[in-house]
Protein backbone atom coordinates (compact mmCIF):
# COMPACT_ATOMS: atom_id res chain seq x y z
CA UNK A 1 0.00 0.00 0.00
CA UNK A 2 1.66 3.67 -1.06
CA UNK A 3 1.78 5.94 1.69
CA UNK A 4 -0.30 8.48 0.02
CA UNK A 5 -3.21 5.72 -0.21
CA UNK A 6 -2.86 5.07 3.46
CA UNK A 7 -2.66 8.75 4.64
CA UNK A 8 -6.31 9.21 2.49
CA UNK A 9 -7.01 6.44 5.14
CA UNK A 10 -6.24 7.30 7.88
CA UNK A 11 -7.83 10.87 7.25
CA UNK A 12 -10.90 9.37 6.90
CA UNK A 13 -10.53 7.61 10.09
CA UNK A 14 -10.11 10.82 11.72
CA UNK A 15 -13.28 12.46 10.20
CA UNK A 16 -15.15 9.18 11.89
CA UNK A 17 -13.46 9.56 14.89
CA UNK A 18 -12.51 12.94 15.48
CA UNK A 19 -12.13 13.05 19.57
CA UNK A 20 -10.39 9.84 19.72
CA UNK A 21 -6.61 8.37 19.84
CA UNK A 22 -6.89 5.25 17.41
CA UNK A 23 -4.51 2.81 15.53
CA UNK A 24 -4.17 1.06 12.31
CA UNK A 25 -2.82 -2.30 11.88
CA UNK A 26 -2.97 -4.55 9.38
CA UNK A 27 -5.75 -6.89 9.66
CA UNK A 28 -5.20 -9.19 6.06
CA UNK A 29 -4.82 -9.31 2.43
CA UNK A 30 -6.31 -11.15 0.05
CA UNK A 31 -5.31 -12.25 -2.94
CA UNK A 32 -7.33 -8.99 -5.04
CA UNK A 33 -6.04 -5.35 -4.54
CA UNK A 34 -8.38 -5.18 -1.19
CA UNK A 35 -6.30 -4.62 2.46
CA UNK A 36 -8.11 -4.67 5.77
CA UNK A 37 -6.91 -2.67 8.34
CA UNK A 38 -7.93 -3.11 12.14
CA UNK A 39 -8.70 0.09 13.67
CA UNK A 40 -8.16 0.30 17.48
CA UNK A 41 -9.67 2.83 20.17
CA UNK A 42 -9.42 2.96 23.68
CA UNK A 43 -13.80 1.37 23.39
CA UNK A 44 -13.36 -1.36 20.98
CA UNK A 45 -11.76 -2.57 17.41
CA UNK A 46 -13.15 -2.13 13.86
CA UNK A 47 -12.43 -3.29 10.44
CA UNK A 48 -11.61 -0.69 7.73
CA UNK A 49 -11.38 -1.96 4.19
CA UNK A 50 -9.18 0.17 1.65
CA UNK A 51 -10.63 -0.98 -2.13
CA UNK A 52 -8.71 0.88 -4.53
CA UNK A 53 -11.65 2.79 -6.90
CA UNK A 54 -9.67 1.99 -10.34
CA UNK A 55 -9.41 -2.06 -9.23
CA UNK A 56 -12.57 -2.36 -7.17
CA UNK A 57 -15.75 -1.44 -6.94
CA UNK A 58 -16.99 -1.54 -3.05
CA UNK A 59 -21.13 -1.61 -4.18
CA UNK A 60 -20.88 -5.46 -4.02
CA UNK A 61 -19.30 -6.02 -1.13
CA UNK A 62 -22.25 -3.74 0.10
CA UNK A 63 -25.28 -5.72 -2.16
CA UNK A 64 -24.06 -8.69 -0.95
CA UNK A 65 -23.44 -7.87 2.75
CA UNK A 66 -27.00 -7.19 2.89
CA UNK A 67 -28.28 -9.86 1.27
CA UNK A 68 -26.09 -12.17 4.01
CA UNK A 69 -27.29 -10.11 7.00
CA UNK A 70 -31.28 -10.64 5.56
CA UNK A 71 -30.27 -13.82 5.55
CA UNK A 72 -29.63 -14.10 8.81
CA UNK A 73 -25.99 -15.26 8.76
CA UNK A 74 -22.81 -13.39 10.39
CA UNK A 75 -21.82 -10.54 7.99
CA UNK A 76 -19.82 -7.77 9.07
CA UNK A 77 -22.00 -4.76 9.53
CA UNK A 78 -21.40 -1.63 7.60
CA UNK A 79 -20.60 1.32 9.21
CA UNK A 80 -19.56 3.92 7.69
CA UNK A 81 -18.45 4.48 3.43
CA UNK A 82 -17.12 6.11 1.57
CA UNK A 83 -17.33 4.68 -2.19
CA UNK A 84 -15.44 7.80 -3.97
CA UNK A 85 -12.24 6.85 -2.21
CA UNK A 86 -13.13 2.99 -1.78
CA UNK A 87 -13.21 2.92 2.17
CA UNK A 88 -15.35 0.77 4.12
CA UNK A 89 -15.41 1.02 8.09
CA UNK A 90 -16.64 -2.65 8.86
CA UNK A 91 -17.63 -4.54 12.73
CA UNK A 92 -14.79 -6.84 13.59
CA UNK A 93 -15.62 -10.47 13.50
CA UNK A 94 -12.27 -10.88 14.92
CA UNK A 95 -8.87 -12.43 13.87
CA UNK A 96 -9.47 -16.61 14.14
CA UNK A 97 -10.33 -17.92 10.84
CA UNK A 98 -11.47 -21.48 10.95
CA UNK A 99 -8.35 -22.33 8.92
CA UNK A 100 -6.14 -21.18 11.92
CA UNK A 101 -8.54 -22.97 14.46
CA UNK A 102 -8.94 -26.73 12.42
CA UNK A 103 -5.13 -26.65 12.06
CA UNK A 104 -4.72 -26.24 16.21
CA UNK A 105 -7.72 -28.31 17.34
CA UNK A 106 -8.67 -30.50 14.29
CA UNK A 107 -11.00 -32.44 16.28
CA UNK A 108 -13.53 -29.24 16.59
CA UNK A 109 -13.97 -30.02 12.61
CA UNK A 110 -17.21 -31.58 13.13
CA UNK A 111 -18.69 -28.62 15.05
CA UNK A 112 -17.12 -26.11 12.96
CA UNK A 113 -18.48 -27.83 9.93
CA UNK A 114 -21.85 -28.27 11.64
CA UNK A 115 -22.02 -24.26 12.04
CA UNK A 116 -20.58 -23.92 8.37
CA UNK A 117 -22.82 -25.70 6.39
CA UNK A 118 -25.76 -24.25 8.73
CA UNK A 119 -25.08 -21.08 7.59
CA UNK A 120 -24.97 -22.08 3.83
CA UNK A 121 -28.19 -23.41 3.70
CA UNK A 122 -29.46 -20.35 5.23
CA UNK A 123 -27.67 -18.09 2.27
CA UNK A 124 -28.67 -20.53 -0.33
CA UNK A 125 -32.60 -20.12 0.62
CA UNK A 126 -32.17 -16.70 0.26
CA UNK A 127 -34.48 -15.25 -2.61
CA UNK A 128 -32.79 -12.11 -3.20
CA UNK A 129 -30.81 -13.39 -5.92
CA UNK A 130 -32.37 -11.34 -8.98
CA UNK A 131 -29.72 -8.59 -8.89
CA UNK A 132 -26.77 -11.29 -8.71
CA UNK A 133 -24.01 -12.22 -11.92
CA UNK A 134 -25.23 -15.09 -13.19
CA UNK A 135 -22.75 -18.04 -12.59
CA UNK A 136 -23.32 -18.16 -16.82
CA UNK A 137 -21.91 -21.14 -19.27
CA UNK A 138 -19.59 -17.87 -20.38
CA UNK A 139 -18.14 -16.96 -16.69
CA UNK A 140 -17.72 -21.13 -15.70
CA UNK A 141 -15.71 -21.30 -19.08
CA UNK A 142 -13.89 -18.11 -18.61
CA UNK A 143 -12.60 -19.81 -15.22
CA UNK A 144 -12.15 -23.30 -16.98
CA UNK A 145 -10.08 -21.42 -19.44
CA UNK A 146 -7.21 -20.16 -16.53
CA UNK A 147 -6.05 -23.77 -16.52
CA UNK A 148 -4.76 -23.67 -19.99
CA UNK A 149 -4.08 -20.42 -20.50
CA UNK A 150 -1.84 -19.86 -17.00
CA UNK A 151 -0.90 -23.19 -15.29
CA UNK A 152 -0.31 -25.43 -19.01
CA UNK A 153 0.80 -22.49 -20.73
CA UNK A 154 2.38 -19.81 -18.05
CA UNK A 155 3.32 -21.97 -15.64
CA UNK A 156 4.15 -25.41 -16.89
CA UNK A 157 5.40 -23.65 -20.45
CA UNK A 158 3.95 -26.05 -22.14
CA UNK A 159 2.24 -25.78 -25.44
CA UNK A 160 -0.87 -28.23 -26.04
CA UNK A 161 -0.75 -30.49 -29.37
CA UNK A 162 -3.86 -30.59 -31.69
CA UNK A 163 -5.33 -33.58 -29.92
CA UNK A 164 -4.60 -32.22 -26.02
CA UNK A 165 -6.76 -29.43 -27.11
CA UNK A 166 -9.57 -31.16 -28.22
CA UNK A 167 -9.38 -33.53 -25.14
CA UNK A 168 -9.42 -29.88 -22.96
CA UNK A 169 -12.39 -28.87 -25.30
CA UNK A 170 -14.07 -32.00 -24.98
CA UNK A 171 -13.97 -32.08 -21.37
CA UNK A 172 -14.75 -28.40 -20.79
CA UNK A 173 -18.09 -29.58 -22.23
CA UNK A 174 -18.73 -32.38 -20.37
CA UNK A 175 -18.46 -30.14 -17.43
CA UNK A 176 -20.32 -27.58 -17.81
CA UNK A 177 -22.99 -29.87 -19.40
CA UNK A 178 -23.13 -30.85 -15.77
CA UNK A 179 -22.86 -27.83 -14.06
CA UNK A 180 -25.24 -25.76 -15.88
CA UNK A 181 -27.69 -28.16 -15.29
CA UNK A 182 -27.81 -28.41 -11.66
CA UNK A 183 -29.99 -26.34 -9.22
CA UNK A 184 -29.02 -22.63 -8.80
CA UNK A 185 -28.99 -20.91 -5.49
CA UNK A 186 -27.09 -18.00 -3.94
CA UNK A 187 -23.50 -19.05 -4.45
CA UNK A 188 -20.54 -17.03 -2.10
CA UNK A 189 -18.23 -18.44 -4.40
CA UNK A 190 -14.96 -18.23 -1.77
CA UNK A 191 -16.76 -20.39 0.89
CA UNK A 192 -13.39 -21.90 2.95
CA UNK A 193 -11.56 -21.94 5.87
CA UNK A 194 -9.83 -18.58 5.21
CA UNK A 195 -12.90 -16.90 4.72
CA UNK A 196 -15.38 -18.39 7.66
CA UNK A 197 -14.35 -16.60 11.19
CA UNK A 198 -14.54 -18.27 14.36
CA UNK A 199 -16.97 -16.28 15.86
CA UNK A 200 -20.50 -16.03 18.25
CA UNK A 201 -22.45 -16.46 16.39
CA UNK A 202 -20.84 -18.72 14.54
CA UNK A 203 -19.37 -18.21 11.64
CA UNK A 204 -18.59 -15.23 10.29
CA UNK A 205 -18.19 -14.89 6.89
CA UNK A 206 -16.38 -12.60 4.87
CA UNK A 207 -14.95 -11.47 1.43
CA UNK A 208 -18.49 -12.84 -0.19
CA UNK A 209 -18.43 -9.48 -2.62
CA UNK A 210 -17.80 -12.01 -5.64
CA UNK A 211 -21.18 -13.59 -5.12
CA UNK A 212 -23.12 -15.10 -7.85
CA UNK A 213 -26.37 -17.05 -8.93
CA UNK A 214 -25.10 -20.37 -9.57
CA UNK A 215 -25.05 -24.12 -9.19
CA UNK A 216 -25.67 -25.47 -5.57
CA UNK A 217 -22.81 -27.66 -5.23
CA UNK A 218 -20.12 -24.69 -5.57
CA UNK A 219 -19.98 -23.38 -2.34
CA UNK A 220 -19.99 -27.12 -0.68
CA UNK A 221 -17.33 -27.94 -2.86
CA UNK A 222 -15.48 -25.07 -1.74
CA UNK A 223 -16.18 -25.83 1.85
CA UNK A 224 -15.11 -29.60 1.92
CA UNK A 225 -12.78 -29.45 -0.89
CA UNK A 226 -10.75 -26.55 0.36
CA UNK A 227 -7.29 -25.91 -0.94
CA UNK A 228 -5.87 -24.69 2.12
CA UNK A 229 -6.71 -27.76 4.20
CA UNK A 230 -7.01 -31.30 3.65
CA UNK A 231 -9.53 -33.98 4.71
CA UNK A 232 -9.69 -37.77 3.96
CA UNK A 233 -12.44 -38.28 1.62
CA UNK A 234 -14.25 -40.31 4.52
CA UNK A 235 -15.12 -37.11 6.02
CA UNK A 236 -15.74 -35.18 3.31
CA UNK A 237 -18.66 -37.78 2.56
CA UNK A 238 -19.90 -38.36 6.01
CA UNK A 239 -20.26 -34.43 6.07
CA UNK A 240 -21.64 -33.90 2.71
CA UNK A 241 -24.23 -36.00 3.73
CA UNK A 242 -24.83 -34.34 6.77
CA UNK A 243 -25.34 -31.06 4.19
CA UNK A 244 -27.63 -32.79 1.79
CA UNK A 245 -30.09 -34.48 4.78
CA UNK A 246 -30.50 -30.30 6.16
CA UNK A 247 -31.02 -29.17 2.56
CA UNK A 248 -33.40 -31.78 2.08
CA UNK A 249 -35.20 -31.03 4.99
CA UNK A 250 -35.03 -27.16 4.30
CA UNK A 251 -36.78 -27.67 1.36
CA UNK A 252 -33.30 -26.75 -0.96
CA UNK A 253 -33.41 -28.12 -4.43
CA UNK A 254 -30.57 -30.61 -3.90
CA UNK A 255 -33.03 -34.08 -5.00
CA UNK A 256 -34.17 -37.19 -2.96
CA UNK A 257 -30.98 -39.62 -4.36
CA UNK A 258 -27.75 -38.56 -2.53
CA UNK A 259 -25.09 -40.84 -5.24
CA UNK A 260 -26.64 -38.41 -7.91
CA UNK A 261 -26.37 -34.95 -5.82
CA UNK A 262 -22.35 -36.28 -5.09
CA UNK A 263 -21.61 -36.64 -8.18
CA UNK A 264 -22.39 -33.42 -9.03
CA UNK A 265 -20.56 -32.25 -5.96
CA UNK A 266 -17.62 -33.60 -7.40
CA UNK A 267 -17.85 -32.13 -10.97
CA UNK A 268 -18.80 -28.88 -9.48
CA UNK A 269 -15.24 -29.63 -7.91
CA UNK A 270 -13.36 -30.18 -11.30
CA UNK A 271 -14.76 -26.93 -12.43
CA UNK A 272 -13.24 -25.43 -9.22
CA UNK A 273 -10.06 -26.82 -8.93
CA UNK A 274 -9.08 -26.49 -12.73
CA UNK A 275 -10.17 -22.65 -12.06
CA UNK A 276 -8.01 -22.39 -9.08
CA UNK A 277 -4.86 -24.43 -10.19
CA UNK A 278 -5.47 -21.57 -13.11
CA UNK A 279 -5.85 -18.65 -10.36
CA UNK A 280 -2.76 -19.80 -8.31
CA UNK A 281 -0.76 -20.08 -11.25
CA UNK A 282 -1.88 -16.21 -12.00
CA UNK A 283 -1.24 -15.23 -8.90
CA UNK A 284 2.49 -16.06 -9.13
CA UNK A 285 3.86 -15.37 -12.40
CA UNK A 286 1.23 -12.13 -13.10
CA UNK A 287 1.22 -10.81 -9.46
CA UNK A 288 4.20 -12.51 -7.86
CA UNK A 289 2.37 -14.36 -4.88
CA UNK A 290 4.20 -17.58 -4.64
CA UNK A 291 2.75 -18.74 -1.34
CA UNK A 292 -0.29 -19.98 -3.56
CA UNK A 293 2.35 -22.63 -5.16
CA UNK A 294 1.85 -24.50 -2.09
CA UNK A 295 -1.03 -25.37 -2.09
CA UNK A 296 -1.53 -26.77 -6.19
CA UNK A 297 -0.21 -30.19 -4.82
CA UNK A 298 -3.20 -30.59 -3.15
CA UNK A 299 -5.72 -28.96 -5.82
CA UNK A 300 -4.25 -31.41 -8.23
CA UNK A 301 -4.87 -34.61 -5.71
CA UNK A 302 -8.54 -33.14 -5.27
CA UNK A 303 -8.94 -33.16 -9.24
CA UNK A 304 -6.54 -36.68 -10.30
CA UNK A 305 -9.08 -38.45 -7.90
CA UNK A 306 -12.21 -37.08 -9.02
CA UNK A 307 -10.82 -37.76 -12.94
CA UNK A 308 -10.11 -41.02 -11.94
CA UNK A 309 -14.08 -42.08 -10.50
CA UNK A 310 -15.32 -40.86 -13.75
CA UNK A 311 -15.26 -42.34 -17.41
CA UNK A 312 -16.27 -39.46 -18.84
CA UNK A 313 -13.27 -37.81 -16.97
CA UNK A 314 -10.35 -40.39 -18.02
CA UNK A 315 -9.39 -38.60 -20.91
CA UNK A 316 -8.42 -35.65 -18.99
CA UNK A 317 -6.97 -37.77 -16.22
CA UNK A 318 -4.43 -39.42 -19.17
CA UNK A 319 -3.77 -35.36 -20.42
CA UNK A 320 -2.78 -34.50 -16.98
CA UNK A 321 -0.36 -37.19 -17.29
CA UNK A 322 1.25 -36.14 -19.98
CA UNK A 323 1.93 -33.23 -18.58
CA UNK A 324 3.31 -34.60 -15.38
CA UNK A 325 5.80 -36.70 -17.50
CA UNK A 326 4.09 -39.92 -15.75
CA UNK A 327 4.90 -43.04 -17.56
CA UNK A 328 4.98 -41.32 -21.04
CA UNK A 329 5.82 -44.81 -22.79
CA UNK A 330 2.42 -46.48 -21.54
CA UNK A 331 0.20 -44.04 -22.96
CA UNK A 332 -3.11 -44.74 -24.43
CA UNK A 333 -3.84 -42.88 -26.83
CA UNK A 334 -6.70 -40.53 -27.52
CA UNK A 335 -10.05 -41.74 -29.12
CA UNK A 336 -12.81 -39.15 -29.94
Known amino acids: MSMERLNLLEGWVKTLF ?5 T ?3 ASA ?9 LTTDEKTLIVMDAPPQQEDCTSFLQVADILLKAGVHAPGILAKDLEQGFLLLSDLGDTTYLQALNAQPDSANSLYHDATDALIRMQLTQQVENLPPYDETLLLNELNLFPDWYIAKHLNIDLSADQRQVISLTFKQILQNNLAQPKVFVHRDYHSRNLMVTSPNPGIIDFQDAVYGPITYDLVSLFKDAYIRWDEEYILDWSIRYWE ?3 KAGLPVGDDFSAFYRDFEWMGVQRHLKVLGIFARLYHR ?5 YLNEMPLVMQYLR ?3 ERYHELHLLHNLLDELDNIDPEQ ?5 F
Do not use: Q, V, W
Open 18 to 22: PEKAF
Open 331 to 335: KIGYT
Open 24 to 26: LAP
Open 305 to 307: KTC
Open 287 to 291: DGKDS
Open 30 to 38: DASFRRYFR
Open 246 to 248: KAL
